[in-house]
Structure formats: C-alpha cells, structure tokens
C-alpha cells in the first residue's frame, strides 16, 4: 500500500501535526512500509467475527451522581502554559 | 545491600541489620556513580526518597511495617507522581509536573515502598529499544553498545544493574516482557484490568497494563500484591479479588500441562534462543511437567494487527496534548491551528509521529473497516486461539524474544524491523493475557528471556511456575560486569 506525499498532508492535518517536505518524503515511504506489514491481514477470511474492542467481558460501570472531587483549580492551572483569572488562554478563536 | 532480593530486604529491615534510609542512600549513591553509563533514570528524587525512607523507618520502629515497607524502587516514568516532574520520555511533558499520583504510586506508597526516582523509557511508551526517548538512549548493563529493549528499558537496566532492587513498568506489546528479557531481569505483564490505569499515561487503551520488574518471581508477587487492585477510577478496573501470590509460589509443578506453540518454536528461530528455551522447558520437565504441542495459527497475524490497533487508540489519546492545558506550547502561535500543529510537532519525536498518522489513517473514513474494524477480528480470532490452546494445557511457554539485546542504531530507518522484535509478545496484549518473562540460559554473554504465558487472571500461577524454575536454577542470578 503505497502513501503519496498528497495523502501524507491530509493525514497530518488531521493529527494536527506539521510536516515539512522532507519529513513527508520519509513518512511516505515509512508509512507505506508500515501498512505493506499491516496488508497481511487482508488475506484471512474474517467475515462474521465479532470485533473485539476489549479483552475482558464487562459493562461500563456507572456510580451515583454525586461530587467525589474537590476543587483544585489553581493546582491544575499551574501546568497551564498562559492561564489568567482561571482560565486557560489561547489564540482568538472567533473573529 | 543491592544484591538483595525484596524479600531478603523486608527480612533484613525487619531484623533491624539496616535501616530504610541506609538502604535508600546505598541505592541513590549507587544511581550517582553508575547511572551515567546507562541513562536508566531521567528524574531522581532525592530527598523526597529519604523523607519517606525516614518515614518507613518510624513505622518499622513502631511495630506497623509490611512486607514492602522502607524497601526502595523507582517508578517508569509513564506514572504519574504528584509533584513530581512525569515526562513520559517526551519533550512534550518535559515541564510537566504531576498534581497528582497514579493509582499505582499510591499503592506502594501506600504500602511503605521509597521512590528513589522515575525511570527513562520510549517516548510515550512506543518503542522496543529505549531509543527514542527525549533524554536520549538508555544501555544495556550487559553491553553499553547494546539497548536494554523497549519501552520499559529504564526500569530494566535499573534492576538489572542493581540501582533499585524493583522498578514498575508497563506493557502495551511487549514493553515489560522484552526489556526484562534483553537485561537478564524477571518482568510480569498482568491480566488487562488487573492494576488500575488511573494516572498512567495512556497509549493504546485496551492494551495497556501496569506491572512489577525485578530480579525473581517472589519479588513480582510480592510488588504484584502491593499494585494490584480494583480501582473505580479506572473504569477498566476487574472487579476482581486479588489473590495472595506469594501462598502458591511453592507448589511443585508435576502433572503441570505446559503448552509450546509450534507456530513460534519453527525451524527458524534462532538456535541460540531456541536451546535456551528448551533448557528452561526442560527444568520443567525435570520436575514432572508435561510438555504438549498447541497451536495459535493466527499468531502471525498479531503484528499486522497491533500496529493498527495500538495506533489508532494512540492517535485518540495523544489527541490531549495540543499545547493548551498542560505540557509543551510553542512560541508565539499565531492562531489555533498554528498552535496545535507546532506545540505537537515540536512536542513529539518521529516515531510517535510515525504511530499518530498511521492511526489517524486507520480511522479515518472510508478506511475504519479495512483497518480497525479487521484488526479488531483479527484479535478476536487470536483471542479464540488462545482459548483453544488454554483447553489442552495449563500454561503457554515460547520465547520471549526472537534474538538477544541488539546494537544501539541497528534499527536505523527501519521502523518495521523494530516492530517484529515484539513477535512473541504481542498475541498476549491482543488477548488480555498475563504472561512473564524470566532469565533463561544466557547466548554470547547475553540474556535470554524465557516466556510464560497463562489464562486470564492466572498470575499466581505464572509466578508459580517461575518460581520453580527459579528455586532449581541460577540463570536469574547473573550478574553484569561491572554493577
């Protein structure tokens, strides 16, 4: 399964991730050696096997809707990179 | 003092021979002048470990102490430890200091255990080979030319060399089990949902696991015993009682059904780690075990489908670290978009890359079915063999990797290369099994790790049977030069 750098882009703004050209060329070709690896699933029969999405067999557990956490703000914010009045800051978003 | 096991520590500190904070400044001094040829620590916390090995020593002297308590170990550094910088490996949480501690650390904190640090390994746990972490490589003790494998390679060299007699990894495909086999150490990956997940940084969700590394298999049930556990904020978490791994250590092994896949004992396995499996399986037969041939004829199928899998599930949780609440954050972003892209690709090195953008094209559309949803039957079909094999035999056993500790740079471009070092490790994170890896005969001077694989919550078992081999035999006791 071959990647071009066209889908290599696509891809990468989907991850949020930034690639320059030479990282697309080399992520083209390692990616596309990674999903060669991964092509050999394709050669086994698999229709009517129930996906499996989690080794053990359990529910989701709920609990009462009650407050168990205490409020730590200021402990939280204090690996903010710019937080102020206790909030978290970034770019504008809304124009 | 650092030749010691666990249990001989606790026997030790019991009898008043030496106190928990001697035993924690052995350990720290011996991390400052070794440590340097091995890299195996990125946080070493000094005086937080003598305030709670000051602490062990009043409750050993108030008659309160455990099994565990003043006994020193360090914490892979996927943990997360509050007020304690947790990096992950990465650049992306090089600034991050934990406001709280994971579930894990709290047990055995709980349990008396002294932090002596937090160990080096991959970035955000991907990895076979403790190379690709921020603070650069760690070594082999056995051959500082070599690595010590992956990702929990911190945590193995620190036992190995004897710069903490027990360290906690974890294993998503491989990254207790193949480091405690390249470094010569005994390293157990639990029963998925066994230890809690909370506070241990995700990789892959439904893989990840938590687990003891150290230099026998009465040391992992005593760490084992400490970190296991339902936990409600793991929602993950086996309601499931945990059992006293230390009452069923001695049971002999006669009659015992020990299962050796033919799909990974084939012609070509090396015959360095072929004979060295065999002498284990041996012992075993030695004390009245029988072998039986089982199959796992979708074994092969385990890598293609992990690296599907664990991606995508990596490229949902690596999605948190967009520069915003916690960890890196570029300079000057111009807007939103800008700020992602930049924070995370400063923050993150290539091969954690290389698994966010295959797991991005895993899911994304017009792929999903192709990929996940076939990895995800792919799995279920590995799971049925496992099933199928466990009807006809009590344990699995194969190798725990297909060759001993490989150069430093021997992987170079080659990112596939590096992902079939997990091939005998990886069917057991697809299935939720437990499984542990424990020294078998050494190849060329270099450990070799011999593989255990039991049914789901069979961890006493596990640690049984490695215990025997243990007891009738010193392959666990080697010793690298120079530590």
Redesign the interface.
């Known amino acids: 399964m071959s ?1 071009q750098p066209d ?2 882009s696509k ?2 703004h ?6 320059t050209p030479e990282e697309g060329e ?2 083209s070709r ?2 596309s ?10 050669a ?1 029969e ?1 229709s009517g ?8 067999e ?1 529910q ?2 709920l ?1 009462p809707d009650e407050v168990t956490e205490t409020d ?1 703000r200021e ?2 914010l ?5 937080a102020e009045a206790g909030l ?1 800051l ?4 809304i124009e | 003092m650092h030749h010691k096991t666990l249990a001989e520590l606790s026997a030790g500190l019991a009898a008043g021979e030496f106190s928990s904070v001697e035993l924690t400044s052995h350990f720290l001094e011996r991390i400052d002048t070794l440590d340097a040829r091995l890299n195996s620590f990125i946080s070493v916390t000094r005086e937080l470990a003598l305030e709670q090995a000051r602490a062990a020593d009043e409750r050993i002297a108030a008659g309160e102490a455990g099994a565990l308590t003043g006994i020193p170990m360090a914490h892979k550094d996927i943990f997360c430890t509050r007020g304690v910088r947790t990096s992950c490996g990465s650049r992306m949480l090089d ?3 934990s ?1 709280y501690d994971a579930t894990v650390v709290s047990k055995l904190a709980d349990a008396g255990m002294v932090m002596l640090g937090k160990t080096n390994m991959d970035e955000f746990a991907m990895g076979s080979s403790n190379e690709t972490s921020h603070y650069g490589p760690v070594r082999n003790p056995w051959d500082v030319e070599r690595v010590p494998g992956g990702s929990s390679g911190g945590s193995a060299a620190a036992v190995a060399a004897r710069l903490a007699p027990a360290t906690t990894g974890t294993d998503t495909g491989g990254s207790i089990r193949q480091p405690a086999a390249l470094t010569g150490v005994t390293g157990l990956k639990p029963t ?2 066994r230890c809690s997940r909370y506070g241990m940084i995700a990789f892959a969700s ?1 893989l990840d696991q938590a687990g003891p590394m150290t230099r026998t298999a009465e040391d992992a049930a005593l760490m084992l015993g400490a970190m296991a556990g339902f936990d ?1 904020r793991d ?2 978490s ?1 309601e499931r009682p945990v059992e006293d791994y230390l009452a069923a250590l001695n049971q002999p092994v006669s009659g015992l059904r020990v299962g050796v896949v033919r799909e990974f004992m084939h012609g070509e396995l090396d015959p360095g780690i072929a004979a060295s499996v065999e002498a284990a399986i041996a012992e075993l037969q030695r004390q009245g075990a029988e072998v039986v041939e089982v199959s796992l004829p ?1 074994a ?2 385990s ?3 992990y ?2 899998v664990a991606p995508a599930e990596c ?1 949902s949780n690596l ?1 948190r670290f ?8 570029c300079e000057d ?10 924070s ?2 400063e923050g ?1 090195g290539p091969e954690v ?2 698994r ?3 797991g ?3 899911l ?1 559309a017009g792929y999903y079915d ?2 996940y ?9 590995i ?1 049925g063999d496992f099933r199928g094999a466990f009807a006809e035999c009590d344990v699995i056993v194969a190798p725990t990797t297909p060759g001993t500790a490989f150069p430093l740079g021997d992987k170079g ?4 290369s590096m ?1 079939l070092q997990d091939i005998f490790t990886i069917a057991v994170n ?4 437990p499984a542990i890896s424990i020294p078998a005969p050494a190849v060329n001077g270099l450990p070799v790790g011999f593989q255990i694989i039991g049914d ?1 919550f069979q961890e006493g078992r596990l640690l049984n049977v490695a215990h025997r081999i243990q007891q009738a035999t010193d392959w666990h006791q080697q010793v690298p030069q120079g530590f």
């Open positions: 990647l889908d290599v891809i990468a989907l991850a949020r991730l930034a690639i080399s992520l390692e990616l050696s990674i999903l060669d690896l991964v092509a050999q699933m394709t086994v698999t096997i129930e996906p499996m999405a989690h080794p053990l359990m989701q557990r609990r730590q402990l939280y204090g690996n903010a990179p710019q978290f970034v770019p504008k978003v | 600034n991050f200091t406001p998925y949902g439904s409600a929602s993950t086996a979708n092969h199928l890598v293609p489908a690296y599907v490229s999605s967009d520069g915003v609440r916690f960890g890196h954050r972003p111009k807007d939103l978009e800008d700020l992602y892209k930049r995370r690709s993150f890359k290389r966010i953008m295959i991005t094209y895993a994304s192709a990929y949803l076939k990895a995800q039957q792919i799995r279920q079909l799971a471009d080659d990112p596939v992902y697809l299935a939720g099994l789901q």
